[in-house]
């Protein structure tokens, strides 16, 4: 299992969430650097063809220790890819320096009020 869920992880942070969506090719790029793969293949492939998402998938998942099938990984990237990336992005901590100050003082105050 990953360190961080699917549904905590696109929801837990929704600033971050956006971040990564809008700044999609950089998440990639940052996500296959941090787990020692080159950066800028991996960018164009995943563009390209959403299903190499599953394989970088893959090699993050090994990089942290978690045994998932390429096919979950497939139909995740094919179907929903911000979900996936959102949630590498994440568990690798890999986009948190691109979130302006602004939204994370509003992140933290939403979760403060409730």
């Not at 941090?34 to 394989?55: E, I, S, T, Y």
Request: contains cysteine; proline residues 7%; negative net charge.
């Amino acid at each position: 299992d990953w360190p961080q869920s699917i549904g905590t992880t696109c929801f837990g942070n929704c600033a971050l969430s956006l971040t990564i969506c809008c700044l999609a090719p950089i998440a990639i790029y940052k996500n296959a650097e941090k787990v020692g793969q080159p950066g800028l293949p991996w960018m164009f492939n995943v563009m390209a063809c959403p299903c190499a998402g599953a394989f970088l998938r893959q090699q993050i998942g090994s990089y942290l220790g978690v045994q998932e099938s390429i096919w979950l990984g497939c139909v995740l990237w094919w179907c929903v890819p911000c979900v996936p990336l959102i949630q590498e992005a994440k568990n690798l901590g890999t986009m948190d320096e691109y979130i302006a100050p602004e939204m994370q003082s509003m992140e933290r105050d939403a979760r403060n009020a409730s």
